[in-house]
């Protein structure tokens, strides 16, 4: 019989960029007695986003810092919500690129994250954030 | 016992840019006598999309607005795809950047959006278009 | 009574570029016996994507290609992460820029695609890539 079961957990972003959540996520699935199913990832923010990316070459976190940073850069001078700092209009933007959920099967009680996917919270505001993520599973609870 | 259940509501977007969905959403969450696990909404066209962003400042949708129309901007002289009118292929673009389908977790009843945010359907065309968005629930119904 | 099922398909991408997918999905859920429910689509690599979009005129499928090799071109000469070949960095910044994951509302048995809606991979590397996509059902089983 299926089941459904939420919850949400904090991550500290000390800063922008990448933040790898998939330990926690993983933990919490692991938690639950998962068999096979559904997990679903909410960013309950608009200046905060949710990736999928590799997980092995910490460049390629620094890459796509730096593609993100070039393509809304800060400063640029036709924006008019500007009252909450310089980073804020651009992290409303990125966020709007990145993803807000996502869904990643559940095979065995296992995420079915291909080999080099980590699951990030990307922070796009200049100082450090408390966010928050929800999490949803749909699906059988693992037979004992 | 888990149910689902799913409907179809249709979203007059009278121009280009943002609009908002939240209450329509919310409203059908609120029929439904849902109570907790996911709603999905579901965008069926390809020159629209979904976006979950800040509901406060309308300041922000105009500049988002404004970094899509510089980021894909019409004239491209390169498009080949041109038959259907100048904004059309960069309706197409835009519909890539931005999301088809979005998942969030109900709580109690309610949606788990965080405190700014609300849900979008952004028209890319440049005349109004009826759009048609997908609702699908999978959860537990609320206690009597 | 709800039911979840899942399954993985592999999809060739011979070249960069879109590759319909929407068969093999369809066909996925005809076997399954599917009343209404949701499916979930979800690419398990960092450098290739799933899309839905326009599936009439082959010349959108060219214009977007044209669109994110201009946005995200090879030779960008900040770039740190090298070492995999001139199109590998660029080909996860167009996998952060698409989705990972998709969800689709399944009504009567048929995916609820718009008319002109086709599902893609989008190869993003420049050589043949086989991609594993993971596909997740909930929902109703047809009555017989």
């Not at 459904?4 to 699935?29: E, F, K, Y």
């Not at 690129?97 to 996917?117: D, H």
Request: proline share 5%.
């Amino acid at each position: 019989m299926l089941r459904q079961s939420s919850t949400t957990t904090d991550v500290i972003a000390p800063r922008q960029g990448l933040h790898d959540i998939t330990r926690d996520i993983a933990g919490w699935v692991a938690s639950q007695d998962i068999g096979s199913g559904l997990l679903t990832i909410f960013c309950r923010h608009t200046s905060a986003s949710l990736l999928i990316q590799e997980n092995a070459d910490p460049d390629v976190q620094t890459d796509l810092d730096g593609f993100f940073q070039r393509l809304v850069p800060e400063g640029m001078d036709w924006l008019v919500h500007t009252t909450e700092g310089p980073d804020d209009m651009p992290a409303h933007i990125k966020a709007s690129l990145l993803a807000t959920s996502l869904s990643i099967p559940i095979l065995n009680g296992r995420l079915a994250l291909g080999t080099w996917q980590g699951v990030y919270v990307v922070e796009h505001r200049a100082t450090p954030h408390r966010r928050t993520v929800a999490l949803n599973f749909i699906g059988h609870i693992a037979e004992g």
